[in-house]
């Protein structure tokens, strides 16, 4: 058995063997039992999966161990850091951060081998989320400029800020463990609320060179990361009913079950990131070679393992054959190899039985009339099924129901606009669609329609989260709350404010209070 050719600064030289779990600023050492965490990439050429480390299988006692962190160090609101400064957060912030970019090389690699994810776009996750940091930082510091004044309306004055919600339970996607994780849990950070957090089963070694960033930037209990089964260690903190925020991108299952275990669910925030099925609608003037490189990224990128990716391609029939062929052809002639591979396109699936259940919608949709019009589609490798194109898809096939979150292509043809226009209004989901036409008097009454069914409407381009700045959510089944830089700080706080007649007393109390600083919440400094 012969080692296959993997780059010296790329190669697993030894395994991470994750000994601690982060609880009230303290790194405790797990002498229990682990679970090993295995690459589905091969270091030989005779297949063979890779042991990269292992993680604590913690138990109900850590993760409730871990809220009681989170509790002492909210304080009922009286802690030290829901009531520190906004100056003094980030601060904190800004030395994580700065502790955070000198692992870039550590955690880029991990999310190579742990999820399969290209080196180009791992090193984009990695710093992606940096700049995300940055740009909450600086937000922060403009809403907090904002809120240094007091307004007057019926002889009352009001001093109004936003403050924090209490305690954030944050569970990652698998699919960016880095990026979309942090998207959560920094502004819950900066904004005063106390965490714990629980990395996702895939891409959860990623995280342990962060731990010492997490234990020294923040005061203790501000930042609680466990690890374990989410059944075992996530139930248990929400069945307490001290969580008020539930923090979750990834299935609307798992946040259904989470929150059906609070016992006073009318008053737990959600902030969700769920599935989605957006879908590509193609008229019968698109720009076929621009919509077809949209169409592949949209479908492909990181093996559509995305929520945003296109999960279902509607084309007009007077173009589908058009469409079809070329399409085909183009998903063929992507490179499939490993992450650190030059211009590899699909890369080895980070779900050992993700191959067989892309495998079962395809024979599902054989069996119902669809045909593979790619001529490598359903081939299998050890660690991947290369993606398949299905023409004609009807609504009765799995690959239509189904978030595929995969490796396969469902087209549907179309003559009347008004079909895909149903369809989506039927849906369960209603994130993002990508509309590819040139005519204005056919696009504008869709567009008009459309975002009236989703909340982002993509002309002529492939469906994406970023950049961070702009509004990320969906209608029905796909989010719940919002998430870019701007909106997630206020996802994660509270409007509240300290009112008072206008009277001598009061004037003369608020005067002295801010001319003596004492109050970090009635004060009009800001930060330049």
């Known amino acids: 058995m012969s080692d296959i050719k993997i780059p010296e600064e790329f190669k697993i030289t030894s395994t991470i063997d994750q000994k601690h779990y982060l609880v009230s600023g303290e790194l405790k050492e797990w002498k229990g039992d682990t679970t090993e965490v295995y690459s589905t990439i091969s270091s030989t050429k005779e297949y063979k999966r890779t042991l990269l480390g292992s993680i604590p299988d913690l138990q109900e006692s850590e993760a409730l161990d871990a809220l009681n962190g989170a509790l002492k160090a909210y304080d009922k609101g009286k802690g030290v850091w829901p009531t520190m400064h906004v100056k003094e957060r980030i601060e904190c912030m800004e030395v994580f951060v700065k502790k955070m970019k000198t692992k870039r090389e550590e955690v880029v690699k991990l999310l190579m081998w742990e999820i399969g994810k290209s080196l180009p776009d791992s090193q984009k996750e990695f710093d992606r989320t940096i700049d995300y940091i940055e740009d909450t930082i600086e937000d922060y510091k403009q809403l907090d400029r904002n809120a240094a004044k007091f307004t007057k309306n019926d002889g009352v004055y009001a001093h109004i800020k936003r403050g924090p919600l209490g305690i954030v339970l944050c569970l990652g996607p698998y699919n960016y463990p ?132 296109l999960k279902v391609v509607y084309v007009h029939e007077e173009i589908s054959a058009d469409f079809n062929k070329n399409f085909a052809k183009k998903v063929d002639e992507l490179k499939f190899g490993n992450p650190w591979e030059d211009g590899v396109k699909l890369t080895p699936l980070p779900e050992p039985d993700k191959a067989a259940y892309i495998q079962g919608l395809i024979d599902d949709a054989l069996s119902k009339g669809a045909k593979i019009i790619n001529k490598k589609g359903g081939k299998h490798f050890d660690n991947f099924i290369w993606p398949a194109v299905l023409y004609p898809v009807t609504k009765d096939m799995r690959v239509y129901q189904e978030e595929q979150f995969g490796p396969i292509i469902p087209i549907v043809p179309f003559t009347d606009i008004e079909e895909p226009l149903d369809d989506m209004a039927e849906s369960n989901y209603g994130q993002q669609v990508s509309l590819f036409g040139k005519d204005v008097y056919a696009l504008s009454p869709l567009i008009d329609t459309l975002v009236n069914l989703v909340c982002r409407v993509n002309l002529n381009s492939s ?66």
């Open 178 to 309: 880095l990026n979309e994780t942090f998207a959560l849990l920094i502004p819950a950070i900066i904004m005063g609320n106390t965490t714990i957090f629980k990395p996702a089963k895939h891409g959860v070694l990623l995280i342990t060179p962060l731990l010492e960033a997490f234990q020294t930037s923040f005061p203790k209990g501000v930042v609680n990361v466990i690890f374990g089964r989410g059944r075992t260690v996530a139930a248990p903190i929400m069945k307490t009913g001290k969580i008020d925020v539930l923090a979750l991108i990834g299935n609307s299952k798992s946040a259904n079950a989470l929150q059906e275990q609070h016992p006073k669910s009318n008053r737990l925030r959600l902030v969700l990131g769920l599935e989605a099925k957006n879908p590509a609608i193609i008229l019968p003037d698109a720009d076929l070679d621009l919509t077809i490189n949209e169409c592949l990224a949209g479908t492909l990128s990181f093996n559509g393992q995305r929520c945003t990716a």
């Open 463 to 528: 469906c994406q989260r970023g950049p961070d700045v702009y509004p990320f959510t969906g209608r029905k089944d796909s989010a719940q709350a919002t998430l870019s830089v701007h909106d997630a700080l206020r996802s994660f706080s509270i409007r509240t404010f300290v009112a008072f007649k206008d009277n001598e007393l009061n004037t003369e109390i608020i005067e002295n209070l801010l001319e003596a600083k004492l109050s970090n919440f009635v004060s009009t400094d800001y930060i330049l």
